[in-house]
C-alpha cells in the first residue's frame, strides 16, 4: 500500500471511513486540513481572534490546543480543576507538562477557590450525584473565562453525533435546534465552537502519538454508567458494519438544517443574571449563581 499523496511505503495510517492510507507526513497534514476546513465552512474565527481552548487533560481537546497553535491562531488553554481525587490532579500535571513542553499557555482555575467547593464536596452537600453539576459549572466558569473572546471545545465528530442521535430519538426539537458547531456570542459572551468535528478519536490519539503529546487516557471517574456512553457504543458499531455512516449522519444534519424548520432558539428570552451577568433562561438568577446559594444555605 503507498500513501495517497506522497506515493510513499511507509503507511502508518488508514482511515477507513474515507479508504485513505496515508504516511506520517500526510496524515498530520490531513488532519489540520480537516479541521481548517471546519473552521473555514462554519466561520469559526481566524488568525486575528483570541482564541481559548478548553482543555480537559484528555486526548481531544490537548489535540485541538496544539493542533491550532501549530496552524498559527493565537490560542491559549483554559483549565478547570474541578478537585477530583486521583482525576483532575492527574489531568492537571499533564496538563502543566504539555504547557512547559510546548510553550503554549494554560490558564488554570480550581473549583474550589472559585465556589468555595470541589465537585464531590458540590454533590454531597445538595445531597445530588456530582455529575448532575459538572457540565453546568464547567460550562460557566470556561465561558467565563473566554468572555469576548472564541471558545474551542474538544469535541470530536463521534461526540456530535451522539449528542445528534439522543436528540434524535427523543425528538428534543429546540436540542437540534441550537445543536451545530459554532454558536454566535451572546452579551458579551464567548463564542463557542468545535473545529474537532469532523475528526474522529482515533485520529486525535494518532496526532498526539505522532507529536509526543501525553494526554490523560482514563475518562471522568463519576461518569462511568452515563447514557451518553451507551449511545456513543451503538453508534461505532453502526459504523463499523458501515464506514463513513457517522460522518455522512452529521454532515447531512448540519445541510438539512438549512431546509428544517425547528423551533427557534430566539424565541427562549435569554437574559442576564441579575448577581453575575451570565446568560440565562430563567427570571432573576443564573442556575450557578442559584447553586451558590443553595450551596450556603445547606450548609449554614
Ligand atoms: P466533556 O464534557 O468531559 O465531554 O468535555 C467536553 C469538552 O469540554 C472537552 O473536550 C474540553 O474541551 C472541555 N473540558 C472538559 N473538562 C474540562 C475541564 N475540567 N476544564 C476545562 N475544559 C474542560
Ligand atoms: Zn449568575
Not at 47 to 57: I, K
Not at 84 to 111: C, H, M, Q, W, Y
Request: net charge positive.
Amino acid at each position: 500500500m503507498r500513501c495517497k499523496f506522497c506515493k510513499s511505503r511507509d503507511v502508518e495510517v488508514f482511515l477507513r471511513q474515507y479508504g485513505l492510507a496515508l504516511c506520517r507526513i500526510d496524515f498530520l497534514r490531513f488532519f489540520e486540513k480537516r479541521i481548517r476546513y471546519a473552521i473555514d465552512k462554519f466561520k469559526m474565527f481566524d488568525e486575528s481572534d483570541s482564541v481559548v481552548v478548553a482543555v480537559s487533560g484528555g486526548k481531544d481537546s490537548l489535540a485541538a490546543l496544539y493542533a491550532l497553535s501549530s496552524m498559527g491562531y493565537n490560542v491559549e488553554g483554559y483549565f478547570l480543576d474541578l478537585g477530583i481525587e486521583g482525576s483532575s490532579d492527574v489531568a492537571r500535571d499533564k496538563i502543566i507538562a504539555f504547557s512547559k513542553k510546548f510553550s503554549i499557555p494554560v490558564n488554570i482555575e480550581t473549583l474550589e477557590e472559585k465556589l468555595g467547593y470541589s465537585l464531590p464536596e458540590v454533590g454531597r452537600v445538595m445531597r445530588r450525584p456530582s455529575c448532575s453539576f459538572c457540565g453546568i459549572l464547567k460550562r460557566y466558569y470556561m465561558n467565563n473565562w473566554a468572555r469576548g473572546k472564541v471558545l474551542v471545545t474538544g469535541h470530536t465528530m463521534y461526540d456530535e453525533a451522539t449528542t445528534l442521535l439522543a436528540n434524535n430519538l427523543q425528538w428534543k426539537l429546540s436540542y437540534l435546534a441550537r445543536q451545530y458547531p459554532v454558536l454566535p456570542a451572546e452579551d458579551g459572551f464567548a463564542k463557542k465552537t468545535k473545529p474537532l468535528v469532523f475528526v474522529t478519536e482515533r485520529e486525535t490519539a494518532m496526532y498526539c502519538f505522532f507529536n509526543e503529546i501525553e494526554y490523560v487516557e482514563s475518562s471522568c471517574p463519576l461518569s462511568k454508567g452515563a447514557t451518553s456512553r451507551k449511545w456513543k457504543r451503538h453508534l461505532l458499531s453502526m459504523e463499523h458494519s458501515t464506514p463513513g455512516l457517522i460522518i455522512r449522519y452529521l454532515k447531512g444534519f448540519y445541510s438539512a438544517k438549512k431546509h428544517i424548520s425547528l423551533p427557534s432558539v430566539e424565541e427562549e428570552c435569554v437574559e442576564n443574571c441579575e448577581r453575575c451577568g451570565y446568560p440565562t433562561t430563567a427570571a432573576g438568577l443564573c442556575a450557578v449563581c442559584r447553586i451558590k446559594d443553595r450551596l450556603t444555605n445547606l450548609s449554614k
